[in-house]
């Protein structure tokens, strides 16, 4: 059965760096777009990056442009989210999910199945 699994999440000082994965199963990345979400208490569920596994290209939001970075290791079936530079802002409940074609979208609707998430607290 289709399966994602994050981990990597924690407690990091601003400014700091984590690597958060995710782990698919019942499925090969070649052919879906992965995406990384994430919400914060209070807020709408946001799309944070993207990556078309097929071909590598990624997407990401304007909020982690120059300090997130996705990628791929298709041999392991896990995609990553390398975080650096971190803000109080960044603190939320991260998720990754597959999309239901090969195209990035940052549309929740776009995805079929979801992780059940890892937290990512930013904080002095």
């Known amino acids: 059965q289709v399966q994602l699994v994050e981990s990597g999440g924690g407690l990091v000082q601003p400014g700091g760096s984590l690597r958060l994965s995710c782990a698919a199963s019942?499925?090969?990345?070649?052919?879906?777009?992965i995406g990384w979400f994430r919400q914060a208490p209070g807020k709408e569920r946001e799309g944070v990056s993207c990556?078309?596994?097929?071909?590598?290209?990624?997407h990401y939001a304007d909020s982690v442009t120059g300090r997130f970075t996705i990628s791929r290791d298709n041999a392991k079936n896990t995609v990553y989210l390398q975080m650096n530079s971190l803000k109080p802002e960044d603190t939320a409940l991260y998720y990754c999910?597959?999309?239901?074609?090969?195209?990035?979208?940052?549309?929740?609707?776009?995805?079929?199945?979801w992780g059940q998430g890892t937290q990512v607290t930013v904080s002095s």
């Open positions: 019942g499925f090969t990345l070649d052919y879906y777009a």
């Open positions: 999910a597959r999309g239901g074609s090969s195209f990035c979208s940052n549309l929740t609707a776009e995805y079929d199945y």
């Open positions: 990556i078309i596994s097929s071909d590598g290209s990624t």
